[in-house]
């Protein structure tokens, strides 16, 4: 059987060694030693020096954090394609989502139709870079400061993306990352948040932790517990060691996925002009819907479970969202799109196995019929 996503885990002694310290110094929790390095590696290692990091427990609370501590009230908006924690935290938060369509060729929030749809009651714009794909953040950026606008980038999928040679994590007023274990580098459960607004970080330090001032035990505003635990540190400790090998075998198998594939009549999302891939996904957008739903038929015949993340647009399915703009593009793209699975623990030869299970469903049923017409 092959799942879409199965988490990295690194070596057992490595984290048991680490659990052991924690044994020694029975600190479970509330910021301790692994946590606050973790915090530090993250941001040597994003090259987010000129910025400050959060490592909070899961990147649905980043978000929540972010929105809460900037004071947003009214309407923001946001992508109907992302996964559902980007439409939910605005939800959770007592503010009203307010879709925009997306930019059909990279899939991402399209900024062309930002203007028309923002109004006096419009406080802020929650942008997905999906599958890890750079919005158009100068143009974001651009809108959001014209318009004075919040602006928040959910940046779960983008772990270590740079767009000219700059983090993708240090734009925008807040960026978060989720750290959860379907992500490339995880701590089982967890997320961050980076910022450069300070008053902002302080506020956020404070939300994280009931509210409780970093060195005293007043309280000057309201709080959550958002914090994470020493056991999910380690973990993202150990993992950051690894991280080398977790980005170079998934740009293996991604890499001979686009081998495999490369005489089908597929699409893949454009990447934004000047960025990295981090190989977070490997999303096919099929010719149709019926195409995309026997290929998924024919491999879960084979026992291969590819996913469609993120299916159906946020826009049309929750219960909770009432619909506003028609996001024609999304309609129409979202129901093509399959991520097939992509993992550290595929091999080469599970990527030739799916891509020959992908072309003969191609050459047993579509070929012909795209001769024809
Ligand atoms: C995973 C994910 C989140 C939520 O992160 P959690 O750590 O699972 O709470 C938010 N947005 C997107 C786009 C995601 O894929």
Known sequence: MIIST??????KDDYFSMLSQVWQNKILTNMGAFSMRLENELIKYLNVENASLLYVSS??????LSIKALGLKGDIITTPYSFVATTSAIVWENCTPVFVDINPDTLNIDPSKIEQAITPNTCAIIATH???NPCDVEALEKIAKKNNLKLIYDGAHAFDVKINNRSIFSY???SICSLHATKIVHTAEGGFIVTKNEELFSKM???RNFGFSTNDDTISQVGINAKNSELHAALGLCNLQHIHSIFSGRKNLFQRY???LKS???QYPHRALGSTNNYAYYPVIFESEEQLLLIEKKLIEKKVYARRFFYPSLDKHLPYVQVNNNCKNAQEIIPKVLCLPLHNNLSIQDIDFISSIVKKTFTDFFQLKNKVS
């Open 6 to 11: 199965q988490p990295f885990l690194p070596p």
């Open 59 to 64: 990147g649905t609370i980043a978000l929540q």
């Open 130 to 132: 999906l599958y890890g």
């Open 172 to 174: 925008g007023d807040v």
């Open 205 to 207: 330090c404070r939300m």
């Open 258 to 260: 686009t081998e495999q």
């Open 264 to 266: 089908l009549p597929v």
